[in-house]
C-alpha cells in the first residue's frame, strides 16, 4: 500500500506564495508518475501539474502554467508544488496522487493512490 501525505496548505493573500508537499511511503517512489490536483467547493477535481518518474518531464494546466512549478526528490520521496502569484481562483483542497503512467495524466482515474488533500486559501 502506498501512503501519500500533504503539508503545506494554508491563508495567503493574492499575489503570494505558498509550497506544497507531498511525502510518499510504502513503495519505491520512482515506481511512479505523481499528479496535484485541486478541487473547489461544488466543483469537480481539477487537474494541475504531473511529473514524470525522473522530473525529466512535467506538465500543467493552462490556468498556472508560468506560476506554479511542480518537481520531486527522489532521494527523499516527495514531490512538490510551488505556488506563486497566487490568485483567489486557487483556493481549493489540493491533493497529491501517484500513478503508474503519464498517459491521459490529467484524468484523475488513472492515478491510484491520494493523499488526504491540504487546504489551500488565497484572500483578495
Known amino acids: 500500500q502506498v501512503q501519500l501525505v500533504e503539508s503545506g496548505g494554508g491563508l495567503v493573500q493574492a499575489g503570494g506564495s505558498l509550497r506544497l508537499s507531498c511525502t510518499v511511503s510504502g513503495r519505491t517512489f520512482t515506481n511512479y508518475v505523481m499528479g496535484w490536483f485541486r478541487q473547489a467547493p461544488g466543483k469537480e477535481r481539477e487537474f494541475v501539474a504531473a511529473?514524470?518518474?525522473?522530473?525529466?518531464?512535467?506538465y500543467y494546466v493552462d490556468s498556472v502554467k508560468g506560476r506554479f512549478t511542480i518537481s520531486r526528490d527522489n532521494a527523499k520521496n516527495t514531490v512538490s508544488l510551488q505556488m506563486n502569484s497566487l490568485k483567489p481562483e486557487d483556493t481549493a483542497v489540493y491533493f497529491c496522487?501517484?500513478?503508474?503512467?503519464?498517459?491521459?495524466?490529467?484524468?484523475?482515474?488513472?492515478?491510484?493512490?491520494w493523499g488526504q488533500g491540504t487546504q489551500v486559501t488565497v484572500s483578495s
Open positions: 511529473i514524470s518518474r525522473s522530473g525529466g518531464s512535467t
Open positions: 496522487a501517484a500513478g503508474s503512467s503519464l498517459l491521459q495524466y490529467s484524468t484523475p482515474r488513472r492515478y491510484d493512490y
